[in-house]
């Protein structure tokens, strides 16, 4: 009998809403914090750089909210994503596992991150924005929202973290072809930019410094807001469509997963495919191991202090609590530029400190050859950052074939790494090296971490 690899769902399928994982949670997760009165922020405070519909979202404990119906059109460009059993891999494994992968990368952009860019281009339309301004670090996000600013006429205007701006020209074509202007980061474009070129004329720049430009740009504009494409609760709230949409093709499979892994550098991807589980879980409904992966150099929840801090290196955003490795911490300039966040989403540290999640640290070599692994078994190259899943899922599949259990393992295979092809090449030619953080700068770093009274 032919033995079934994919599990596709019709546009009908498609989420009619996002799940809101606050609404379950045992214990509400700390508030935000002005950072000039460290007191609770409140909506008034947020809206200079984002839409009322986007700050609703970020404080709502409603479970479920509903995706607008143009916002769900768009989606059935490339929803429902497939799901995908990894027969291939599993027999290179030699493995009694079951893999799966729900592979995001079939989106206009190559990743996961339209799912927020078109709605959050959405909101700001319907609220009269005409511009929107946002950082990138690997130039997946900046070429989502310049994706999402085509559809809906908006102008974009991406800072793209100096380090990816030089490895990643043709991200930045993408971004141009989208319409949209992109700026390497830090510029001297914006204060936040100058200082920072003051001090390290060099800088390779980091999403901290690309956000604080680009926070800059909105609150300094009354046409402009911001976007962001992680961390925050309402770009987690919209990558929810990838675990719910997981469990309806979970099930056609007639499986459930063990163990549910997605790599985390703001955290959204990891939430999008975990929160839907971690709701099921709270209810006794799953057993499943959540998993969340990131990079040794950039080591946030594994490494970082649970602590307030700020989102952006120039202190323009709230406080949030966070595992971070601090605000002014420049992780090294590895390959997955996409996990070079010195902080995490705070629901996702919120989740860890509840015991929620396991987290997971990787150095990029073994991450290098995890993804050459499944492009010649499963025929797709992955990105960088999706590549710390598909090792935690390798070795998942290798313990489970060391302890003789057929556990099913599901991982969210965020992007493509077609715009990544000179990382494959240094990989190849042995340039790549395994980068260790700076141990004495994330012990400064974490020294300027601001003092809040928490009572
Ligand atoms: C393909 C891909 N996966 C993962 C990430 C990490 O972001 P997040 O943790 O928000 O999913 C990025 C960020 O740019 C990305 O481009």
């Known amino acids: 009998m032919s033995e079934r690899v994919k599990y596709l769902l019709g546009e009908d399928r498609i989420p009619k809403a996002w799940y809101n994982l606050v609404a379950d949670l045992p214990k509400p997760p700390p508030p935000p914090l002005h950072p000039a009165t460290g007191k609770p922020i409140g909506p008034d405070d947020l809206a200079p750089i984002f839409p009322q519909a986007v700050i609703a979202q970020e404080v709502s404990t409603e ?11 768009i989606y059935k460009l490339w929803r429902p994503s497939p799901l995908i059993r990894a027969r291939g891999l599993e027999k290179a494994l030699d493995t009694p596992a079951k893999i799966f992968f729900k592979y995001e990368g079939v989106s206009p952009a190559g990743s996961h991150k339209p799912n927020t860019s078109v709605a959050q281009a959405f909101y700001n339309k319907e609220e009269g924005v005409k511009r929107l301004a946002t950082e990138t670090g690997a130039g997946q996000w900046g070429s989502s929202l310049a994706f999402a600013g085509s559809l809906f006429g908006l102008e974009v205007e991406v800072y793209m973290v100096k380090v990816s701006y030089g490895q990643k020209p043709y991200r930045r074509a993408l971004m141009e072809t989208y319409g949209a202007r992109c700026i390497a980061s830090p510029s001297p474009l914006t204060a936040a930019g100058r200082a920072i070129l003051e ?3 060099d800088s390779s720049g980091s999403l901290g410094i690309a956000i604080s430009e680009a926070v800059e740009v909105a609150a ?27 469990m309806l093709q979970m099930a056609d499979a007639g499986v459930d997963p063990d163990v549910v892994i997605g790599c985390a550098g703001g955290g959204s ?16 409904r799953s057993h499943a191991r959540i998993v969340a992966v990131e990079p040794t150099s950039c080591p946030t929840m594994t490494q970082g202090r649970y602590a307030y801090d700020y989102g952006d290196t120039g202190h323009l955003t709230p406080l949030v609590k966070m595992h971070t490795l601090g605000a002014s911490f420049v992780p090294p300039g590895f390959h997955a530029g996409g996990l070079r966040y010195h902080g995490m989403a705070p629901l996702v540290s919120h989740v860890l400190e509840l015991g929620l999640i396991e987290p997971r640290a990787y150095a990029q070599t073994a991450c290098f050859e995890a993804a050459v692994q499944l492009a010649r078994t499963e025929g797709i190259v992955p990105a960088p950052e999706s590549s710390h899943a598909v090792r935690a899922a390798i070795d ?6 060391a302890e003789g259990k057929s556990e099913t393992i599901l991982f969210c295979l965020s992007g493509h790494g077609h715009f990544d092809m000179q990382a494959y090449t240094d990989y190849f ?22 003092v809040v009274d928490e009572n």
């Open 63 to 73: 479970r479920w909210i509903e995706i607008p119906e143009p916002v769900r059109e």
């Open 269 to 284: 991807n990891f939430a999008g495919i975990a929160f839907p589980y971690i709701r099921e879980k709270l209810a006794g």
């Open 199 to 201: 001090k390290s004329p």
């Open 220 to 246: 300094g504009r009354d046409d402009t807001k911001y976007a962001l494409g992680s961390v925050l609760n309402h770009v987690l709230l919209h990558q929810t469509v990838i675990g719910e949409e997981a």
């Open 396 to 401: 998942e599949a290798l313990r489970c074939k």
């Open 429 to 450: 030619a042995g340039k790549l090296k395994d980068v260790p953080f700076d141990r004495a700068a994330l012990d400064r770093a974490l020294l300027e971490l601001p």
